[in-house]
């Protein structure tokens, strides 16, 4: 009889521990993958605009609870001097407001796109590297003085973590030579501050 007891108990705890189909994590991550090299971070960077994935956004920069280099963005010098007492005080928390309301004014079916070209490793060393490209910016958010593509170029000062991982501790933004209108990120982030 105890034979015969302990055989269903058993069969009942292996029939309770069978597999079950994974389920899909909820809420979406994105593409972002794990910084260990800085070109990582200028992909990560490009894949959370283009997802309007603000979390990742703010992942590529440097944080003070991670980093030992401050998060700076310098605007381009027209931008700069138009907004001049936005960018004073500009951090990670300005960046990620802007970000989000670039994302908040555009249709849930509408993403932004982003385009590098003529890209380039400017300055390299263990412990920090410059990223340079130009960039085509387009997001339509029915601005009367915020264009839809916006251009310029930017440089990206990438340095590595406590952690080791890598994220932008500088973002320098420029109106390219050839362009006659200033029509950089800069005027985006300066406009959605306001």
């Not at 992942?59 to 030992?68: I, K, Q, Y």
């Not at 700076?72 to 960046?95: C, I, K, L, N, T």
């Not at 249709?107 to 085509?136: C, G, H, I, M």
Request: net charge neutral; proline share 7%; hydrophobic share 40%.
């Amino acid at each position: 009889m105890r034979t015969a007891l302990l055989h269903i108990l058993m069969a009942a705890l292996i029939g309770g521990c069978a597999t079950r189909t994974p389920e899909e994590p909820s809420g979406d991550r994105g593409t972002y993958e794990p910084p260990t090299s800085p070109l990582i971070v200028v992909d990560n960077l490009r894949n959370a605009v283009i997802e309007k994935n603000t979390q990742n956004f703010t992942l590529c920069l440097a944080d003070p609870s991670r980093s030992s280099a401050a998060y700076a963005f310098e605007p381009s010098a027209e931008v700069g001097a138009r907004y001049q007492a936005v960018f004073a005080s500009w951090s990670v928390d300005r960046e990620r407001q802007s970000f989000l309301s670039m994302i908040s004014r555009l249709p849930v079916d509408q993403r932004p796109t982003l385009v590098f070209a003529n890209t380039q490793v400017a300055f390299s060393s263990p412990d920090s590297l410059v990223w340079v490209s130009d960039y085509e910016l387009t997001v339509r958010l029915n601005i009367t003085a915020l264009p839809s593509l916006l251009t310029g170029t930017m440089a990206l000062t990438v340095t590595p973590e406590k952690s080791g991982l890598w994220s932008i501790s500088r973002w320098r933004d420029a109106k390219r030579p050839g362009d006659t209108v200033e029509s950089t990120w800069s005027l985006l982030k300066g406009q959605l501050s306001n």
